[in-house]
């Protein structure tokens, strides 16, 4: 049997797709899985943080395999990988639907993350159209939420009104997944335990839920 092929996909920029990327193959890594990176982001910031996760813990320690490629390449390296890995875990670029797509059609579940504000929201429906074209199942992300914020409730009911299927799971608004993002590390490792692993952690088994894994 493959592996899972997990899309991280947001044509808006900013969105947190990277750091969402990174600690969603670290949950799964520390759950016992096999799981690969593939970057197919030019600007390349998922592979400064691996080499970073390489200094910090060493080359044989990384707990993950990393691999590059772009447009078409995207899908044959990923369907590749699954070969190999229970899982793939894909960054796509934003504002780029040529570079993205094969990536998406390759997903066995595409990741949307989202900020709760209604720029966020206008700006993802390019994505979300993208991904009814392919067929591909997909899943949106509220990313950096603010518990408190009336906004964010306000948001995610305008989400869920979009039609697609929106995680239980809020990530909220934590400067500690950014912090560890630095030394090549995630929020799971910096801070075990802490309300933003957590969080990681019920993201990673809601998705493997909707793989029916």
């Known amino acids: 049997m493959s592996g899972r092929i997990i899309t991280i996909a947001q044509q808006k920029g900013g ?7 990174a600690h969603l193959a670290i949950a799964l890594a520390l759950d016992g899985a ?4 593939l970057d197919c982001d030019p600007q390349g910031s998922l592979g400064e943080w691996f080499e970073a996760r390489e200094q910090t813990l060493g080359e044989d320690r990384t707990g993950l395999s990393f691999r590059t490629a ?17 899982f793939v875990v ?11 797509r094969p990536a998406i059609e390759a997903a066995s579940l595409v990741a949307v993350p989202v900020q709760p504000t209604p720029i966020d929201l206008w700006a993802t429906q390019p994505t979300l159209d993208m991904i009814a074209k392919e067929g591909t199942p997909s899943l949106l992300v509220i990313n950096r939420a603010q518990s ?4 964010t409730q306000e948001i995610g009911e305008a989400i869920l009104a979009l039609g697609h299927p929106a995680a239980e799971t809020r990530l909220g608004n934590r400067v500690a997944f950014a912090a560890s993002m630095g030394d090549g590390l995630t ?13 990681i952690a019920a993201l990673a ?9």
């Open 15 to 21: 969105s947190g797709k990277t750091t969402l990327a």
């Open 34 to 37: 096999r799981v690969a990176l």
């Open 70 to 86: 772009s447009g078409w390449g995207a899908r044959r390296e990923a369907r590749s990988l699954a070969r190999d890995y229970g």
């Open 90 to 100: 894909i960054d796509t670029p934003p504002k780029s639907d040529v570079e993205s």
């Open 148 to 151: 408190r914020a009336a906004l």
């Open 187 to 199: 929020v799971m490792e910096t801070a075990p335990g802490s309300k933003g692993a957590q969080e």
């Open 205 to 213: 088994a809601e998705l493997r839920r909707h793989l029916g894994d």
